[in-house]
């Protein structure tokens, strides 16, 4: 089952901060984060594996509440390459999607000068 | 490391006609491979998971006899599309992960295809 990204779309001025949120209704063994640029392939930023994990990567960070099934992606001091979709994709813990990743919707992140 | 090399980069093709797309991993052994859809402003749907040396598995709602998989070695998986249509028309992304049925780590994904079917 998809999970549910918010919001769909974020506008920002550069310096601005932003965050984006995705939830499931299933248990999660993991959360990855991607950002896709219009006609490309999507790229990894990270992944969270237990519950409460936080990572981050330069100005990006995220965390992972395992018990809500919730993760949510903080940009900081956003710039103008953060510009993108950025898609969270959910790992099921154990059943038949061993292995699967379910992205979300998207959420269309546009950082202006 | 862990790069995917997907090709071709874009084709165009006449309705009822078939293409064929090739995804390999070019510095890690690939047991399992996932392919992807993507429809323009709609997130990648996954088609099937491509196995290597077995049957590939097919979400719901996907056909299997439209969409052929095969994956002959542990760096290369293909994607027929048989008899194209219009609505075929698509961005189709293959994906691999560094590592036998690793979560610990990411999906590392192809370029993409953009299939058009005139």
């Known amino acids: 089952q998809q999970p549910v990204q918010s919001p769909q779309a974020v506008i920002l001025r550069e310096g601005e901060d932003a965050v984006i949120n995705c939830s499931s209704s299933?248990?999660?063994?993991?959360v990855h984060w991607y950002r896709q640029k219009h006609g490309e392939a999507p790229v990894f930023l990270m992944i969270?594996?237990?519950?409460?994990e936080q990572k981050g990567h330069e100005k990006i960070s995220a965390s992972f509440n395992e018990k809500k099934q919730q993760s949510s992606l903080y940009l900081t001091a956003s710039q103008l390459s953060y510009s993108g979709t950025y898609f969270c994709g959910t790992e099921e813990a154990g059943g038949t999607s061993y292995g699967k990743l379910t992205f979300g919707q998207g959420t269309i992140l546009t950082v202006h000068p | 490391g862990a790069v995917v090399s997907q090709h071709p980069s874009w084709v165009i093709c006449k309705s009822g006609t078939s293409v064929k797309i090739e995804c390999r991993s070019l510095?890690?052994?690939?047991?399992?491979m996932f392919w992807y859809r993507q429809f323009p402003k709609q997130s990648l749907m996954l088609m099937a998971t491509?196995?290597?040396?077995?049957?590939?598995?097919?979400e719901q709602g996907v056909e299997k006899d439209k969409f052929l998989i095969n994956h002959a070695s542990l760096t290369l998986s293909t994607l027929t599309v048989t008899s194209a249509h219009p609505e075929d028309s698509s961005f189709y992304i293959c994906s691999a992960r560094d590592g036998l049925w690793d979560r610990g780590s990411p999906l590392h994904f192809g370029n993409g295809t953009r299939l058009t079917v005139t």
């Open positions: 969270l594996l237990k519950g409460g």
């Open positions: 491509s196995n290597e040396g077995s049957k590939a598995t097919y």
């Open positions: 510095d890690f052994q690939a047991t399992t």
């Open positions: 299933k248990a999660l063994y993991s």
